[in-house]
């Protein structure tokens, strides 16, 4: 399984900005994704999770204002993120419920 997350970058507090996670040689649609999220000398955390039917779940941090979804068609999982916050500064990492394997990560930094 490969895991190829994209779409981080640098924004001012209070924007927005959409991660996307494309995913490859699995039965993607059949498995929950997750995104999680590790800012410097901190633990990685698990940010939000979708499930095959689409249920999610949402760290109490992010509640509100991320919102993760998934196109099958596209073997994709996205978090869309708003009202961002320089506590959001992280690497955000996909993760898969089948194999349990890491995307390479993208970094977002929130700072004016």
């Known amino acids: 399984v490969q895991l190829q997350a994209s779409g981080g970058g640098s924004v001012q507090p209070g924007g927005s900005l959409r991660l996307s996670c494309v995913v490859s040689?699995?039965?993607?649609?059949?498995?929950?994704m997750s995104w999680y999220r590790q800012a410097p000398e901190k633990e990685r955390e698990l940010v939000a999770t979708?499930?095959?039917?689409?249920?999610?779940n949402y760290a109490d941090s992010v509640k509100g204002r991320f919102t993760i979804s998934r196109d099958n068609a596209k073997s994709t999982v996205y978090l869309q993120m708003n009202s961002l916050k320089p506590e959001d500064t992280a690497v955000y990492y996909c993760?898969?419920?089948?194999?349990?394997?890491w995307g390479q990560g993208t970094q977002l930094t929130v700072s004016s």
């Open positions: 979708i499930t095959s039917g689409g249920s999610t």
């Open positions: 040689g699995s039965f993607f649609r059949f498995n929950a």
């Open positions: 993760r898969d419920h089948n194999t349990w394997s």
